[in-house]
């Protein structure tokens, strides 16, 4: 029950207050970590910006000195700690089948849950799509609207459709 109306409370108000740019905006941010603390795992100086939604949230963990930009939605992730994630990201764990060609791929079911792993120190870009069960290792950054459909090594940094290697930070 008390979870219930913590989902409520978030949906309806908390994710709408101020960014913490804004005037007062650490106060609204403190607000709305309090209230996510209730339905996920969330480190110490983290903050969290208006319009984050998320869904298996039994399988949400962000890490310390995190920052979760505007409209981010996360299916089910494990973020480390000092990860940045620029806006509009999605992090997705679960997606559709599709092998059977003579069902429609909406009657097919969905896959099994399959949270994304990104480790300390990554910078994930605005517009990037993140697929299910991907691992992003330390030091990374993806680019802006890259779509990652595979394991990003550490101190990588990648971008495009799909992701690919641009170079490594070392």
């Known amino acids: 029950m008390k979870k219930k109306l913590l989902l409520m409370l978030y949906y309806c108000f908390v994710r709408h207050l101020p960014a913490t740019y ?41 890490g310390h000195h995190c920052q979760v930009n505007e409209d981010v939605y996360i299916q089910s992730a494990i973020i480390g700690n000092y990860v940045l994630i620029a806006q509009n990201v999605a992090i997705l764990a679960v997606t559709h089948n599709f092998d059977t060609i003579d069902v429609p791929i909406i ?34 950054i993806v680019g802006a609207g890259a779509v990652v459909t595979k394991d990003v090594p550490a101190y990588a940094i990648v971008g495009g459709v799909p992701a690919k290697i641009i170079r490594y930070r070392v």
């Not at 905006?25 to 939604?53: A, E, Y």
């Not at 792993?117 to 990374?140: F, L, S, T, Y």
């Open 22 to 62: 804004f005037p007062m905006g650490m106060f609204f941010n403190s607000l709305r970590i309090r209230v996510l603390r209730g339905l996920m795992k969330i480190g110490d100086h983290t903050k969290v910006q208006p319009g984050f939604k998320f869904g298996q949230r039994d399988i949400i963990e962000i």
């Open 107 to 140: 009657q097919q079911g969905s896959t099994g849950v399959r949270p994304v792993v990104i480790k300390d120190d990554v910078w994930i870009g605005r517009n990037v799509v993140i697929m299910p069960g991907i691992n992003i290792e330390k030091g990374a």
